[in-house]
């Protein structure tokens, strides 16, 4: 075994770097191969791959001008001293603004900024006459508590401290500003506060590896490790971005050239059963079919007995159905045994993955009740759920169980027991 690890990485190169997608598709989805060269790691199906990638030298360039700054400043950051281009670009995230930035400028706000709060009420009556007092009056002036005849105009208060005191104040507006905006952005908003180059990096976020299913066995293509990666591209504010990730993948990292920080993420428990006569049923749309991509090609270097049934969809059958010609060739040689397909927009009504397997619902429980490994892959927010609330329904409804017994059967049994039903999701 290496010693490359995350703190450690291998600068990997590409050798391949293409889109999956048909022409009339609205996704951009690539496969993608690295050379693991003389690294020595390995990998075995159903493992991650690390990838550690650099900030956009664009946005780093905007940030950098939009706060006036050379990038030649020295700061300091998680991983030392370093100049301020090279933090922004190695050692911190800059495309989305961070929480704990935002909370950060409350001591600043106060202290650098102080709100005033301006009365203003209008006179409806003369207030002396003839150099006389005509009213004496004294009070809060707020809400009610003014002189009669008088009525309160308005408040005025630094909109810098309104913005921050309802991201701090309401979890919600938190996660919606974050969501859509980076720093040159924050800074559109809070920039009057005026920052040193420290201040400026204190309570971004460490710059985090992304973890990807591996898309291939290690026999398929020694020396290689292949995925299947969804590029992530969106706008706002008036402004196109991409993942951190994705956008470093697809769009600076040129073939047989660029260095790639990469490693390996072993899994202990997304595994093929041990039993190559043993049956799998793996549910994985969309990029969730990389880690049975890999399964399948496993599968059929062993020379498994075991039956093999994957559920994959997407949008269109012409512009996502990824690996085509490999899963056609496994069908006709026997690999691929049964495959069922979802295309969510070919027609009038949405077809998911799950609609097909409560469809085929008494075949699944035959294989589940004569020992099959189940697998999900992919979206665990909705796909997973109604994937996991079909298969309990599944086993209630053939396996002869009430709703309870079947939960049971399927959260205590089967993934906690048997371990033989397996998700990787994210």
Not at 345 to 350: D, M, Q, S, V
Request: net charge negative; charged share 25%; aromatic share 10%.
């Amino acid at each position: 075994m290496s010693d490359w690890s995350a703190k450690n990485p291998y600068k990997s190169k590409l050798t391949e770097n293409y889109v999956l997608n048909g022409e009339s598709s609205r996704k951009e989805t690539r496969h993608i191969v690295f050379d693991l060269g003389d690294s020595g790691l390995e990998y075995k199906a159903g493992d991650a791959l690390g990838v550690i990638p650099c900030g956009p030298p664009e946005l780093v360039d905007s940030l950098l001008s939009v706060a006036n700054f050379s990038g030649d400043e020295l700061v300091e950051t998680h991983l030392g001293e370093t100049t301020l281009r090279e933090a922004m670009s190695s050692h911190l995230e800059i495309h989305r603004v961070s929480k704990k930035w935002i909370q950060n400028l409350g001591n600043r706000l106060a202290s650098d900024s102080v709100p005033v709060e301006v009365k203003i009420v209008q006179r409806t009556r003369v207030s002396t006459e003839n150099g006389s007092l005509v009213m004496d009056w004294t009070g809060s002036g707020e809400g009610d508590d003014l002189p009669d005849g008088y009525e309160e105009i308005g408040v005025a208060c630094d909109p810098m401290v309104a913005l921050w005191n309802e991201l701090t104040e309401n979890p919600d507006s938190m996660e919606d500003y974050m969501w859509s905006r980076d720093y040159i952005d924050a800074l559109g908003d809070f920039g009057n506060i005026g920052f040193t180059p420290q201040q400026l990096v204190d309570g971004m976020g460490r710059l985090k590896p992304r973890l990807y299913s591996i898309a291939s066995s290690p026999e398929h293509e020694p020396g290689t490790v292949h995925l299947t990666v969804g590029i992530v591209r969106y706008s706002h504010h008036n402004r196109d971005r991409t993942g951190l990730c994705t956008g470093f993948l697809s769009d600076r990292c040129s073939v047989g050239e660029t260095e790639i920080d990469v490693f390996m993420s072993p899994t202990r428990s997304f595994i093929l059963p041990e039993n190559g006569d043993t049956d799998c049923i793996m549910v994985g749309p969309g990029t969730g079919i990389a880690p049975f991509r890999a399964f399948l090609q496993q599968r059929d270097i062993n020379g498994d007995k075991g039956q093999n049934w994957l559920f994959f969809g997407d949008w269109t059958e012409e512009g996502e159905y990824y690996y085509r010609d490999e899963m056609d060739d496994w069908k006709a040689r026997g690999v691929l045994d049964r495959h069922d397909l979802a295309w969510s927009r070919a027609g009038n009504e949405k077809v998911y993955v799950q609609h097909l397997m409560a469809k085929h619902g008494e075949e699944i429980w035959n294989w589940i009740d004569g020992g099959a490994y189940f697998y999900v892959c992919g979206d665990k927010n909705y796909m997973a759920k109604d994937v996991h609330s079909t298969l309990i329904d599944i086993c209630s409804e053939y396996g002869g169980m009430s709703a309870e017994e079947a939960k049971e059967f399927v959260e205590t049994g089967m993934m906690k027991t048997e371990k033989r039903y397996l998700r990787d999701v994210y």
